[in-house]
């Protein structure tokens, strides 16, 4: 079975911009959730969805924002890029919104460079 | 606001040693505690999960330990190999004030480990 599938892999952008991240989770897995990782960092909550609906959000601002589809798959959203933003963003899925005995699995991320 | 810190930042060790990498957390009303590895530019690989109410999980060369109440994990390496070079992360799930949905893992910024051959 596929992991989960992050695209593109790598993103170059220029301040001010909007860029559009996309994540699929392994089958059967209803729960995606983002995390940034800036360069030398442990990665940062960003939102968690399940079934559509926001489930958790972390301390970014509101230029973030996220969706998930029918199919589960998910989109993050950032729009006015600054040069802070350029980081490894990471997606996650799990079974069901409150599988805590579920550990999350991740992708390989998407390098975003703000310039 | 839970907080997860790892020590050391940085190890280096020759092939073959045993190590432990040590991670804290100051939030006890935690669900569970993983441990993932990461290799430069890549995503998460998951190594070992343990639930609040185990004291530790094994896999391979791999043990890990919790101590809920006193806000501690180990990870311990056994018989180190080159190939185990990576950052190892540790991260945490719940904490008081946290989603009742329990997704959101609060990450230590990581240990990053060079084994030499």
């Known amino acids: 079975d596929a992991g989960v599938t992050q695209s593109p892999t790598h993103l170059i952008k220029t301040r001010g911009q909007h860029v559009t991240l996309r994540c699929s989770p392994i089958?059967?897995?209803?729960?995606v959730s983002w995390y940034q990782q800036v360069l030398g960092q442990g990665p940062q909550f960003i939102f968690q969805y399940y079934e559509k609906e926001e489930r958790g959000r972390g301390n970014f601002p509101d230029r973030f924002s996220a969706r998930q589809f029918p199919n589960y798959s998910s989109e993050l959203n950032v729009n006015a890029l600054l040069l802070g933003d350029s980081a490894l963003y990471l997606c996650?899925?799990?079974?069901?919104?409150?599988?805590?005995?579920?550990?999350?699995?991740f992708g390989n991320g998407t390098r975003l460079t703000v310039t | 606001k839970q907080e997860v810190t790892q020590i050391p930042a940085a190890l280096s060790v020759p092939e073959g040693e045993n190590l432990v990498l040590n991670c804290s957390f100051t939030?006890?009303?935690?669900?569970?505690l993983q441990w993932f590895r990461q290799d430069p530019g890549k995503g998460l690989t998951s190594l070992l999960l343990?639930?609040?109410?185990?004291r530790e999980q094994t896999s391979g060369r791999l043990n890990a330990s919790l101590d809920k109440s006193s806000g501690r994990s180990t990870l311990y390496i056994a018989a180190s190999q080159p190939g185990d070079s990576a950052t190892y992360l540790c991260?945490?799930?719940?904490?008081?004030?946290?989603?009742?949905?329990?997704?959101?893992?609060?990450f230590g910024e990581g240990t990053q480990l060079t084994v030499n051959p």
């Open positions: 991260a945490v799930r719940g904490g008081i004030g946290m989603e009742p949905s329990g997704s959101r893992l609060t």
């Open positions: 343990i639930q609040s109410s185990q």
């Open positions: 089958s059967g897995h209803k729960s």
């Open positions: 996650a899925s799990s079974f069901g919104a409150y599988s805590y005995n579920s550990p999350l699995h």
């Open positions: 939030d006890s009303a935690i669900y569970n």
